[in-house]
């Protein structure tokens, strides 16, 4: 790497990029609503534009393995900014509810693939005993856009209307490319591995399955019972099986799975997951609890569990920088086992719950997140030898819209069913009062569900170790540059 690398320019350039492109992902969705009726379609219609941006980023994010071997740091920002930008621009313009949907998943092919090639980029330039603080700082980003998208997305759709979701940020994106036009440089190297059809088939059959199967299970009155259901994810998981032997026969893998023997990158996505699991599906049953049996309202519900979501992206640095110095273990053990009390409390509330309780509760799980998730990947990934760096972001960053999908899918099955039992056995009592037990009654097996996952999750750390990659020299030329440029 030429001494001539610019690290902070080139973060600066990331984080301007990745910002706009994540904060998309939650600004329309408050606006449902109302684009239902401005395009006059239905509930399960409208949610494409939510279901179908996860479903794009998760089709495509195994395909970023093999595009960031291709094509050059400057090619890859620039091309997938480039494309955000035209969704953007036809999702402002869009006339019919086909054009705005065409437009939101132009948008998702940008976000999808600039993950995991910002996360790429930063393991090639930063060396392991500062990568906490980096990718703590590119943490900050990921966590904090989408926790101000709702609040921002319901000033402007408000004041000026759902079309500025997306005029507000075309400029930004349009200075982004402009910015890494000027500053942004290459780095790794450019190897060109050979294209699978067969690979990208499956893996998009796979992942696209499964992100599609769990995100409409919620929807079918069978829930997972549904035949369609049962058929769709089935498929999925047949095609990911057939895709992972694939994998371990090609000498030239579209994503190769071997990182799973590196102990402690599967441990560090193994938390990874089910933290992610965690926090979408309270993202999804905590907004639904305090509009329902605590009777807040939607603006209201979402002010209220703001704070947790701010502590989580503004505590991400520190986190990082906690890493670096202390190393894993004193982050996620105690994490974990903050998750495990956090769960216990969420699985005992009821609506005479003290709402600055449930705030302070809701506040100390976002802060465990943060003192899980960023320290169990990046020590799962310092773990993984340089030529496995676009294979190791590419499946952690696969993962999680598929934990997403996951995590709310069960959450909303439990505590569905959970409620509809309750009303069955007590359907001669009063029906709005029953209405709100019920609710409590799901909510709880829920939350037992997820105190049996952070469980798991404290009994992986406990295997957590400091980890180094096999093949790091650290008389590499890059330190020097880092060092100079910090």
Known sequence: MSPEINSKAILITFMIGAFFAILN??????????????FNVDAPTVQWLATGFMLVMGVLMPISALLIQWFTTRQMFIGVMSIFLLGTVIA???????????????????????????????????????????????????????????????????????????????????????????????????????????SIVLSSCGIGGIVYGFSSAGEESEGFTSLKIIVIISLAVTSLILFVVRQLKLKEPLLDVRVFRYKSYTRGVSIFVIVIMAMFASEIVMPMYLQGPMGYSAKAAGLLL???????????PTMGSLFDKYGPRKLIIPGTLTLVGVMIFFST??????????????????????????????????????????????????????????????????????????????????????????????????????????????????????????????????????????
């Open 349 to 486: 509330i009821d609506p005479t719950t003290p709402i600055w309780l449930f705030v302070f509760f809701y506040m100390i799980l976002m802060l465990s997140i943060s003192a899980i998730m960023m320290p169990a990947q990046t020590n799962g990934l310092n773990e993984l030898p340089k030529h496995l760096y676009p294979h190791g972001t590419a499946i952690a960053n696969t993962l999680q819209p598929v934990a997403g999908a996951l995590g709310v899918s069960i959450f909303v099955s439990i505590m569905t069913q959970g409620q509809a039992a309750y009303i069955e056995s007590h359907s001669n009592e009063v029906k709005d009062v029953v209405m709100n037990e019920a609710m409590t009654y799901g909510v709880h097996h829920a939350y037992w569900f997820a105190l049996a996952l952070a469980a798991v999750a404290f009994v992986i750390s406990l295997f957590i170790r400091k980890a180094v990659a096999p093949d790091y020299d650290e008389s590499q030329d890059q330190e020097k540059v880092v060092h100079e440029n910090e």
């Open 92 to 198: 402002a313009g869009a006339f019919s509810f086909p054009m705005l949907l065409a437009g939101r998943m132009i948008q998702a092919v940008g976000t999808g693939l600039l993950i995991p090639v910002i996360m790429n980029a930063l393991l090639l330039i930063y060396r392991p005993e500062v990568r906490g603080k980096i990718m703590g700082t590119f943490g900050l980003v990921i966590m904090f856009a989408p926790a101000i998208g709702p609040t921002l997305s319901g000033v402007i759709v408000d004041f000026l209307g759902w079309r500025w979701l997306f005029i507000t940020v075309i400029p930004f994106t349009v200075f982004s490319i402009l910015f890494a036009l000027k500053h942004l440089q290459n780095v790794g190297e450019i190897t060109r591995p050979g294209v699978d059809i067969i």
């Open 25 to 38: 992902e939650t600004l329309l969705n408050i606006a449902l609503t109302e684009l239902m009726t401005v």
């Open 306 to 316: 703001l704070p947790g979501a701010l502590l989580n992206g503004l505590m991400s």
